[in-house]
T-cell receptor, first 108, second 113 residues
Framework: DAKTTQPPSMDCAEGRAANLPCNHS???????VYWYRQIHSQGPQYIIH???NNETNEMASLIITEDRKSSTLILPHATLRDTAVYYC?????????FGAGTRLTVKP | EADIYQTPRYLVIGTGKKITLECSQT?????MYWYQQDPGMELHLIHY???????EKGDLSSESTVSRIRTEHFPLTLESARPSHTSQYLC????????????FGSGTRLTVV
């Protein structure tokens, strides 16, 4: 049973912000939201995670709504190298289940 | 730089052969995982381990087996490879606890002919 819902694909212009949404309406109080990306067929790469507060690191920002039912990953200045599949994951117990993710295409 | 290593990176092997895919990590992580991913498709958890001598089957049924004799090493074995086993196999590790993320290896792309 799916814990997260993401759009299957999105486009973004190079240099613009990419905002990737994720719905997780059944999230529990102690479950973290994680974001990973997978470039081509490489192993997934960790981006960011959060519990209830907004988070920012050198790669991205994570905005979590107050009710925690959805979140948005923001890549502030997308480059062509950000083209990848982005996975939003709610950590279930101790294991991660990856859904289909969002295929982000950054266009020149 | 990666602290989790998978070998080989690519493998083409004939039907019926026994193969072992290697996964090692240098981070001292207790938890390790194997995922299977067909091209353009989702990752499916096939095996995981919470520590030495601990192994569990994941969501996707797999004919492969795993072992965890040392903390740093989590090999996956196929006793008799078949074309249906053709896929990418990704290994990951993490600390115990939901606050910790996974570190993935680069994967092994297996082709059985």
């Amino acid at each position: 049973d799916a814990k997260t819902t993401q759009p299957p694909s999105m486009d973004c212009a190079e240099g613009r912000a990419a905002n990737l949404p994720c719905n997780h309406s059944t999230i529990s109080g102690n479950e973290y939201v994680y974001w990973y990306r997978q470039i081509h067929s490489q192993g997934p790469q960790y981006i960011i995670h959060g519990l209830k507060n907004n988070e920012t690191n050198e790669m991205a920002s994570l905005i979590i709504t107050e009710d925690r039912k959805s979140s948005t990953l923001i890549l502030p200045h997308a480059t062509l190298r950000d083209t990848a599949v982005y996975y939003c994951i709610v950590r279930v117990e101790n294991d991660m289940r990856f859904g289909a993710g969002t295929r982000l295409t950054v266009k020149p | 730089e990666a602290d989790i290593y998978q070998t080989p990176r690519y493998l083409v092997i004939g039907t019926g052969k026994k193969i072992t895919l290697e996964c090692s990590q240098t981070m001292g992580h207790d938890k390790m995982y194997w995922y299977q991913q067909d091209p353009g498709m989702e990752l499916h958890l096939i095996h995981y381990s919470y520590g030495v001598n601990s192994t569990e089957k994941g969501d996707l049924s797999s004919e492969s087996t795993v072992s965890r004799i040392r903390t740093e090493h989590f090999p996956l074995t196929l006793e008799s490879a078949r074309p249906s086993h053709t896929s990418q196999y990704l290994c990951a590790s993490s600390e115990i606890g939901t606050v910790y993320g996974y570190t993935f290896g680069s994967g092994t792309r297996l082709t059985v002919v």
